[in-house]
């Protein structure tokens, strides 16, 4: 038997593409919300982690180490119920572009930190080393489910599909236009 | 084009006009409410954080001047030793070079500040690096905070574990000589926890990310013996 796999996916992409948005959605939302709960627990822990970095005074890390879990959990709401899906993926894909930026500047100034992403982080002990190429190749990972819903952000069972259906006039009745 | 068909081309680009034009107002909306819902969770974010973090602190009367930690001898150069009571290297760094950094206090060649901070309460189920920390203040302001900081690295815990209890922390100190009654009550009723967070807070502030921190008049060192005593010597802290 021979299976032409070229043509296959093209012709079901418009039956398929909705249902694989949805798991991408969902995945991209599981991602932020086991990134924010694991940080919320200890929000001064996040703020020591964002210091790590050294890229901003603590006055300032401490404000964005506590706000940013409580932003990720947010994230993963919006994508789990499909509002405004487009945006939640420019909003994850600039997230991660910073997370990428700033761990690559912890490489390049030769800092030997944990990234703090799924919580953690600061300095690593003596004899650790830190693994930035597996964590920046991870976030660029999520950064291409990000890229997919902002290439096909209506996807099933979201509430930006439902919306949309309801917003809808209510029949063909051309004649009334 | 006949009339009739004319009528219905118009009719359909009016519909697909305003069919835009709800999506466009679709969209605008829920981006509004979502960008909202994303500022309003960071400022919840940063509430939480405000009302989990005292801005008063009760400091333990003998710590240095601006309350961060405790002092031991004098001398023209200021070593600042920065340790979590859970931390397996600080542990290593007070068996391998403890007592030649209390040496350079007793010679009279720097005087030693240390500051108990906690930044591994996540790794203890009970807040261990807090407890201890805290109940080092209470050592600390009864004047045996190294006594009792070398008995507590001495029975150090394990990462991931319970740590001690405050029963244990207070049989600690009963056995270098801290009453039952002032100490057991100060490390019972957690009087230093919000000092130990002002204690980390500067730490933070001071740029120390990880523990043991040490620092030769101001610089980072190598926490090692042999790195501190250089730094230590006159001219060697510019290295």
């Known amino acids: 038997m021979i299976l032409d796999i070229r043509r296959l996916p093209v012709r079901r992409w418009p039956a398929v593409q909705p249902w694989l948005g ?37 006055d300032v ?16 709401l919006l994508l789990v119920a499909g509002l405004a899906t487009r945006l939640a993926g420019v909003v994850s894909a600039a997230l991660l572009a910073v997370f990428v930026a700033g761990i690559s500047s912890a490489w390049a100034r030769g800092l030997s930190i944990d990234c703090g992403c799924f919580g953690g982080g600061g300095e690593l002990a003596a004899g650790q080393s830190p693994s930035y190429g597996p ?28 919306l949309a259906a309801s917003d809808a006039p209510a029949g063909p009745t051309p004649e009334e236009m | 084009m006949s009339k009739r068909a004319a009528q219905k081309e118009a009719a359909r680009v009016i519909r697909e006009q305003l069919a835009r034009e709800r999506r466009r107002r679709r969209t605008l909306w829920t981006s509004i409410v979502a960008v909202a819902v994303l500022v309003i969770a960071g400022g919840i974010g940063y509430g939480v954080y405000a009302a989990q973090h005292k801005s008063s602190f009760a400091t333990p009367p003998g710590s240095v001047a601006n309350g961060t930690g405790f002092a031991t001898g004098s001398g023209p150069a200021t070593v600042d030793v920065y340790e979590d009571f859970l931390c397996p290297h600080c542990k290593e760094f007070e068996d391998a070079s403890g007592s030649a950094v209390e040496q350079l206090a007793s010679q009279g060649k720097a005087r030693v500040i240390y500051h108990p901070i906690a930044i591994l309460d ?55 000589g801290l009453s039952e009654s002032s100490f057991g009550t100060c490390v019972r009723d957690g009087t230093y926890k919000s000092w130990v ?37 006159p001219g060697g802290s510019s290295s």
Not at chain 1, 35 to 48: E, F, I, N, S, T
Not at chain 1, 135 to 160: C, H, N
Not at chain 2, 148 to 159: D, G, N, T, V, W
């Open chain 1, 22 to 58: 949805t798991l991408v959605r969902l995945g991209l939302a599981a991602v932020w919300l086991t990134a924010g709960a694991a940080k919320a627990g200890d929000l001064a822990a996040a703020g020591r982690a964002v210091n790590a970095y050294q890229v901003m005074p603590y």
């Open chain 1, 61 to 76: 890390a401490k404000v964005v180490g506590a706000a940013l879990p409580f932003v990720e959990i947010a994230l993963g």
């Open chain 1, 135 to 162: 964590e920046i190749a991870r976030d660029l990972a999520f950064g291409a489910l990000a890229a997919f819903l902002i290439a096909y952000p209506l996807t099933r069972l979201s509430v930006d599909r439902w």
């Open chain 2, 122 to 176: 996540g790794a203890s189920t009970t807040n261990y690096s807090t407890r201890s920390a805290a109940a080092a203040g209470c050592a600390g302001a009864e004047g045996k905070f190294r006594e009792y900081a070398k008995a507590l690295f001495a029975q150090q815990p394990s990462e991931g574990s319970a740590g001690l209890s405050d029963d244990q922390l207070v049989q600690i100190g009963t056995s270098i």
């Open chain 2, 197 to 233: 967070q002002h204690v980390t807070d500067e730490a933070s502030a001071a740029g120390v990310t990880g523990t043991p921190t040490v620092k030769v008049n101001g610089r980072q060192v190598q926490p090692t013996a042999a790195a501190i005593t250089a730094a230590v010597q």
